[in-house]
């Protein structure tokens, strides 16, 4: 009863339903805790449930739209290789946060590839460095620290906002972001008849429904296997 009175609260005070689910996800480890050192019975949170909306975005003619965000992002900030890198690096599938705590230490310029430390799922995932994202990096290149700090504290940037805008302004999509640009990646392969095994690999994803009880998802070769796709679609070298 305490649980839903706080749930409800939040609820009244126009809180999202992710927020409000929030509370379970900081509660149950402790519950957790509790149940195997035997100092409950059962958990309190076990049968309470925030129904969160679908909130998935529908993207049509995927391949056309995944050509005008990449024209858009070159186009636009054509002499901001900074910039142009970082949009890049969520046009190939990495998240907001991965992109932000990307470290110099993580990049094999050598081998082209990348590490990602900082992933949703804790775990190390290592990505192809695609040749058109090298060749900005290098521009900016930093032996060690953030590949991406921010112009002011020199610390992760809180946000991207403005250059987002910008960038929506620019190619006229509205609802364009690092996270639907995702979106419309895996749309784009599909209709390119991409495995499924290979966009969870591309996005990073740990698990794609049961075929991980046989199959252990390799990131990099997804990674290669798109990137490959891409270049089809774009007439761009994305891989040597």
């Known amino acids: 009863m305490q649980i839903k009175k706080i749930i409800n609260v939040m609820d009244k005070q126009g809180l999202s339903p992710r927020t409000q689910k929030s509370i379970l996800e900081v509660l149950k480890p402790m519950f957790k805790f509790a149940l195997e050192n035997k100092m409950i019975k059962e ?13 998935k975005k529908i993207v049509t003619n995927a391949t056309k ?4 965000v ?15 890198a970082l949009f890049l690096f969520g046009f190939t599938g990495r998240r907001k946060s ?24 804790d775990d190390n995932q290592k990505y192809p460095l695609a040749p058109m994202i090298k060749l900005l990096l290098l521009t900016f290149k930093e032996n060690k620290g953030l590949v991406f700090p921010s112009p002011i504290t020199g610390k992760v940037i809180a946000n991207v906002d403005r250059q987002m805008r910008n960038l929506k302004k620019h190619t006229g999509i509205d609802n364009l972001s690092l996270h639907y640009m995702r979106n419309i990646l895996v749309s784009m392969l ?42 089809t679609v774009l007439d761009v070298e994305m891989v040597e």
Do not use: C, M
Not at 65 to 68: A, I, V
Not at 98 to 121: A, H, Q, S, V
């Open 43 to 55: 958990a309190p949170t076990t049968f309470i449930n925030v129904k969160i909306p679908n909130q």
């Open 65 to 68: 739209l995944f050509n005008k």
């Open 70 to 84: 990449y024209t858009g992002i070159t186009t636009y900030y054509k002499d901001e290789p900074f910039y142009q």
């Open 98 to 121: 991965e992109i932000l705590n990307l470290r110099w230490e993580n990049i094999d310029f050598t081998n082209d590839y990348y590490w990602i430390t900082d992933t949703k799922n």
């Open 190 to 231: 599909a209709e390119q008849q991409t495995e499924a095994i290979v966009l969870s690999g591309i996005l990073g994803h740990k698990d794609v429904n049961t075929i991980n009880k046989y199959l252990s998802i390799n990131h990099y070769k997804s990674g290669q296997d798109g990137l490959k796709t891409i270049d």
